[in-house]
C-alpha cells in the first residue's frame, strides 16, 4: 500500500518544494491548497515521478475543513503516514489597524487547522506507533515580532504545542518535527495582508534587516533531509541558528532589529 | 484583601475590565480591586461570585455577563462602558480554561473548546479595546499567561498552545504598544488554580495525582492577585509566580530545554499508572 502524504499550502513556496523534494512512487500525495491551477501542475509534476496525487482545493481561511477531510480518509480506509502543515497566512501592520477578519483568518490557517491535525492525526498515528507530523514555526518565536503580531502569536503556540507533545510522541515512535525556516522567497511576501503600509515598505524592510533569504528549493530540501535523519527541531538555513540563538538569549539585541523596522515601515515614535 | 497603598493610588479614578472574573485568578484580583479606587467590570458567564462582587460597593463595581469568544456581544459591552465612562484605562485578560489528558485521549472539541476562550477571548478583547487605547495615548493590558508557553507541559497541549499564542502576542503587542503609550504586562503563573482543574477538565488520569502533578505550587488564587497587582503597579513586564521558583524553570526552558525532559517523562508516567479503566 502506497504511502500516504497529506501537505497543506502544497499549490507554492515550501509545500510544493516539500511535495517534489518527496516525491517517487509508492507514494500517494493529497495536496491541499486553495487555488485549483498551481495545484494541477504540482499534481502533474508528482505523477511524472511515479507517485500518486490527489487535489483538494480547501480554503483554510474560512471552512472548518480539516476534520471533515480526515473523517473522509479514515472512511476510505485511507491511514495518512505523514502530514506537513506548510499552509500560512502573515498580516504586515500595527495591531490597532489589524480587523477581526485578519485575526481570524491567521488563526484558522495558522494554529486552528495545526490543532485540528494535532487532534485527528496525531493520536491515530500514537495508536499506530508510527507517521510523521511537520509543523512549521518562525524565528520571530523566539523574540516577538511587532507589525506581524497575529503571524507571531499563531507561530509561537504552535512551538508551545510541539514541546508539550513531544513527550509522547517519542515514547511511542511518532515523529513530530517543529521547522523553523529562515527568510525564505516565497509568495508569503506577495499574499501578506497589508495594513497601513505600504507594498513597497514592507520590501524594504525586509532588504534593511539584511537577513539572509533563501530559496524554497534548497530549504525544502534540508528540511526533509534533516527530519529524515530524525531530527525534531530543524532550523534552516544554518545562520539563522545563530540568529535564534542571540535573539533568544539576548532579547536587547532583537529591540534593535525592531527598531529598524519600525523605522522602515513609517511608523513614528 | 485590603488593597496596597501605592497601588490605591495608582488606580484612583481607573474604568477596568476584567475577563474570567468569576472564578480564579480573575475573581481574586477583581476583589482585590473592588475598594481601589477603580471602577471595575468584572466579566464572565453567569456566575454567584461574579455577581456577588458588587455587594456593598454597587457604584464601582459592574459585574457583566459575557461570553467573550461572541464577538457581536463583546462590541455591546465595550460600546457601553466607553458611552458611560468615556473610556478604558485598564484590560485584564484572565479568562481561561483548560483540558488535561493524554493527546490520544485529547478531541477535536476540546482543542476548540480551549483555544476558543483563551485564544479567541484575548484577541476580541484586545482587538476592541486596544485601538481605544491607542487613540487615547495611554492604557494598560494585563495577560495572563503561563510559564509552560515556554517549558510546554505533557497533559495539557491545548492549554500550553493557547497561552503560547498569548506569549508571542504579548512579545510583538509589547514592543508596538510602547510606541503609544500602553503598558502590556504579563503574567506567569507557574501553577494551575483548583477552579481550572475541575475534574470534568481532566480527560485522562485520577484527579488527585493530575493536580498534584502540575503545580508547582499549593497557593491560593488570592496570593497569586495579589503579586499580579504589585508587580502591574510598580509596571513591570513579566509578573512570574511564584516568583523565583517560576523564574527558574522558565530560564531553564529558555538556555537548556533538554534538562525539562526528565521531568515531562515523569508527568507522562503520572499519565499512564493512574489511567482509569
Same mark, same amino acid.
Given at each position: 500500500? %502506497?504511502?500516504?502524504?497529506?501537505?497543506?499550502?502544497?499549490?507554492?513556496?515550501?509545500?510544493?518544494?516539500?511535495?517534489?523534494?518527496? *516525491?517517487?512512487?509508492?507514494?500517494?500525495?493529497?495536496?491541499?491548497?486553495?487555488?485549483? /491551477?498551481?495545484?494541477?501542475?504540482?499534481?502533474?509534476?508528482?505523477?511524472?515521478?511515479?507517485?500518486?496525487?490527489?487535489?483538494?482545493?480547501?480554503?483554510?481561511?474560512?471552512?472548518?475543513?480539516?476534520?471533515?477531510?480526515?473523517?473522509?480518509?479514515?472512511?476510505?480506509?485511507?491511514? =495518512?503516514?505523514?502530514?506537513?502543515?506548510? *499552509?500560512?497566512?502573515?498580516?504586515?501592520?500595527?495591531?490597532?489597524?489589524?480587523? *477581526?477578519?485578519?485575526?481570524?483568518?491567521?488563526?484558522?490557517?495558522?494554529?486552528?487547522? *495545526? %490543532?485540528?491535525?494535532?487532534?485527528?492525526?496525531? /493520536?491515530?498515528?500514537? %495508536?499506530?506507533?508510527?507517521?510523521?507530523?511537520?509543523?512549521?514555526?518562525?524565528?520571530?518565536?523566539?523574540?516577538?515580532?511587532?507589525?506581524?503580531?497575529?503571524?507571531?502569536?499563531?507561530?509561537?503556540?504552535?512551538?508551545?504545542?510541539?514541546?508539550?507533545?513531544?513527550?509522547?510522541?517519542?515514547?511511542?515512535?511518532?515523529?513530530?518535527?517543529?521547522?523553523?525556516?529562515?527568510?525564505?522567497?516565497?509568495?508569503?511576501?506577495?499574499?501578506?495582508?497589508?495594513?497601513?503600509?505600504?507594498?513597497?515598505?514592507?520590501?524594504?524592510? %525586509?532588504?534593511?534587516?539584511?537577513? /539572509?533569504?533563501?530559496?524554497?528549493?534548497?530549504?525544502?530540501?534540508?528540511?526533509?533531509?534533516?527530519?529524515?535523519?530524525?531530527?525534531?527541531?530543524?532550523?534552516?538555513?544554518?545562520?539563522?541558528?545563530?540568529?535564534?540563538? =542571540?535573539?533568544?538569549?539576548?532579547?536587547?539585541?532583537?529591540?534593535?532589529?525592531?527598531?529598524?523596522?519600525?523605522?522602515?515601515?513609517?511608523?513614528?515614535? | 484583601?485590603?488593597?496596597?497603598?501605592?497601588?490605591?493610588?495608582?488606580?484612583?479614578?481607573?474604568?477596568?475590565?476584567?475577563?474570567?472574573?468569576?472564578?480564579?485568578?480573575?475573581?481574586?484580583?477583581?476583589?482585590?480591586?473592588?475598594?481601589?479606587?477603580?471602577?471595575? #467590570?468584572?466579566?464572565?458567564?453567569?456566575?454567584?461570585?461574579? !455577581?456577588?462582587?458588587?455587594?456593598?460597593?454597587?457604584?464601582?463595581?459592574?459585574?457583566?455577563?459575557?461570553?467573550?469568544?461572541?464577538?457581536?456581544?463583546?462590541?455591546?459591552?465595550?460600546?457601553?462602558?466607553?458611552?458611560?465612562?468615556?473610556?478604558?484605562?485598564?484590560?485584564?485578560?484572565?479568562?481561561? $480554561?483548560?483540558?488535561?489528558?493524554?493527546?490520544?485521549?485529547?478531541?477535536?472539541?476540546?482543542?476548540?473548546?480551549?483555544?476558543?476562550?483563551?485564544?479567541?477571548?484575548?484577541?476580541?478583547?484586545?482587538?476592541?479595546?486596544?485601538?481605544?487605547?491607542?487613540?487615547?495615548?495611554?492604557?494598560?493590558?494585563?495577560?495572563?499567561?503561563?510559564? $509552560?508557553?515556554?517549558?510546554?507541559?505533557?497533559?495539557?497541549?491545548?492549554?500550553?498552545?493557547?497561552?503560547?499564542?498569548?506569549?508571542?502576542?504579548?512579545?510583538?503587542?509589547?514592543?508596538?504598544?510602547?510606541?503609544?503609550?500602553?503598558?502590556?504586562?504579563?503574567?506567569?503563573?507557574?501553577?494551575?488554580?483548583?477552579?481550572?482543574? !475541575?475534574?470534568?477538565?481532566?480527560?485522562?488520569?485520577?484527579?488527585?495525582?493530575?493536580?498534584?502533578?502540575?503545580?508547582?505550587?499549593?497557593?491560593?488564587?488570592?496570593?497569586?492577585?495579589?503579586?499580579?497587582?504589585?508587580?502591574?503597579?510598580?509596571?513591570?513586564?513579566?509578573?512570574?509566580?511564584?516568583?523565583?521558583?517560576?523564574? #527558574?524553570?522558565?530560564?531553564?526552558?529558555?538556555?537548556?530545554?533538554?534538562?525539562?525532559?526528565?521531568?515531562?517523562?515523569?508527568?507522562?508516567?503520572?499519565?499512564?499508572?493512574?489511567?482509569?479503566?
Amino acid at each position: 500500500m %502506497a504511502e500516504v502524504i497529506v501537505i497543506t499550502g502544497a499549490n507554492s513556496g515550501i509545500g510544493k518544494e516539500i511535495a517534489l523534494t518527496l *516525491a517517487g512512487p509508492g507514494r500517494h500525495f493529497f495536496l491541499l491548497a486553495r487555488r485549483v /491551477p498551481e495545484l494541477e501542475k504540482v499534481a502533474t509534476a508528482l505523477r511524472e515521478t511515479g507517485a500518486q496525487a490527489t487535489v483538494r482545493p480547501i480554503d483554510l481561511r474560512r471552512e472548518h475543513a480539516w476534520p471533515g477531510f480526515f473523517d473522509e480518509l479514515a472512511a476510505q480506509d485511507i491511514r =495518512i503516514d505523514q502530514v506537513y502543515h506548510c *499552509a500560512v497566512r502573515m498580516s504586515v501592520g500595527a495591531v490597532h489597524n489589524t480587523t *477581526a477578519g485578519d485575526w481570524e483568518e491567521i488563526y484558522r490557517v495558522n494554529l486552528l487547522t *495545526a %490543532a485540528d491535525i494535532l487532534a485527528t492525526v496525531f /493520536p491515530e498515528m500514537i %495508536a499506530r506507533s508510527t507517521g510523521r507530523v511537520v509543523l512549521f514555526g518562525s524565528i520571530s518565536v523566539n523574540s516577538g515580532y511587532p507589525m506581524a503580531t497575529p503571524y507571531c502569536a499563531t507561530k509561537t503556540a504552535i512551538h508551545a504545542a510541539w514541546r508539550s507533545l513531544l513527550p509522547e510522541a517519542k515514547r511511542s515512535g511518532v515523529g513530530l518535527h517543529y521547522v523553523s525556516p529562515g527568510f525564505v522567497d516565497t509568495p508569503l511576501f506577495e499574499n501578506f495582508i497589508l495594513r497601513g503600509v505600504t507594498r513597497q515598505q514592507t520590501r524594504q524592510c %525586509a532588504l534593511s534587516l539584511r537577513v /539572509p533569504i533563501s530559496s524554497p528549493r534548497r530549504v525544502a530540501t534540508t528540511i526533509v533531509r534533516k527530519i529524515e535523519r530524525g531530527k525534531t527541531f530543524v532550523v534552516t538555513p544554518n545562520s539563522i541558528r545563530l540568529l535564534i540563538f =542571540i535573539f533568544r538569549h539576548i532579547p536587547s539585541t532583537s529591540r534593535r532589529y525592531f527598531g529598524q523596522m519600525f523605522r522602515s515601515l513609517g511608523v513614528e515614535k | 484583601m485590603k488593597t496596597p497603598a501605592k497601588t490605591k493610588a495608582s488606580l484612583l479614578g481607573e474604568v477596568i475590565l476584567i475577563t474570567g472574573a468569576g472564578s480564579g485568578i480573575g475573581l481574586a484580583l477583581a476583589r482585590s480591586l473592588r475598594k481601589s479606587g477603580a471602577t471595575i #467590570y468584572p466579566c464572565d458567564l453567569e456566575g454567584e461570585d461574579l !455577581q456577588s462582587l458588587s455587594e456593598g460597593c454597587s457604584e464601582t463595581v459592574h459585574p457583566t455577563v459575557l461570553d467573550i469568544t461572541d464577538r457581536l456581544a463583546f462590541i455591546r459591552v465595550v460600546d457601553e462602558i466607553i458611552a458611560k465612562e468615556g473610556k478604558i484605562d485598564g484590560l485584564i485578560n484572565a479568562a481561561g $480554561i483548560t483540558v488535561i489528558g493524554k493527546a490520544a485521549d485529547i478531541r477535536v472539541k476540546h482543542w476548540h473548546e480551549v483555544l476558543g476562550v483563551n485564544v479567541t477571548g484575548t484577541v476580541n478583547a484586545i482587538e476592541l479595546i486596544y485601538p481605544t487605547m491607542v487613540a487615547r495615548g495611554s492604557g494598560k493590558i494585563l495577560n495572563m499567561g503561563s510559564i $509552560i508557553a515556554e517549558t510546554g507541559e505533557v497533559g495539557a497541549a491545548p492549554f500550553a498552545t493557547s497561552k503560547g499564542f498569548i506569549l508571542g502576542l504579548h512579545r510583538s503587542l509589547q514592543a508596538e504598544a510602547s510606541h503609544h503609550g500602553v503598558s502590556v504586562t504579563l503574567a506567569l503563573p507557574g501553577y494551575f488554580p483548583p477552579d481550572l482543574l !475541575q475534574r470534568k477538565r481532566i480527560v485522562t488520569g485520577d484527579p488527585a495525582t493530575v493536580t498534584r502533578a502540575h503545580s508547582l505550587c499549593q497557593s491560593s488564587a488570592l496570593m497569586v492577585a495579589d503579586v499580579i497587582l504589585k508587580g502591574l503597579c510598580r509596571g513591570k513586564k513579566n509578573i512570574f509566580y511564584p516568583p523565583f521558583k517560576a523564574r #527558574y524553570y522558565w530560564l531553564l526552558a529558555h538556555w537548556f530545554p533538554f534538562l525539562l525532559t526528565p521531568l515531562q517523562k515523569r508527568f507522562l508516567k503520572g499519565f499512564e499508572v493512574n489511567r482509569e479503566p
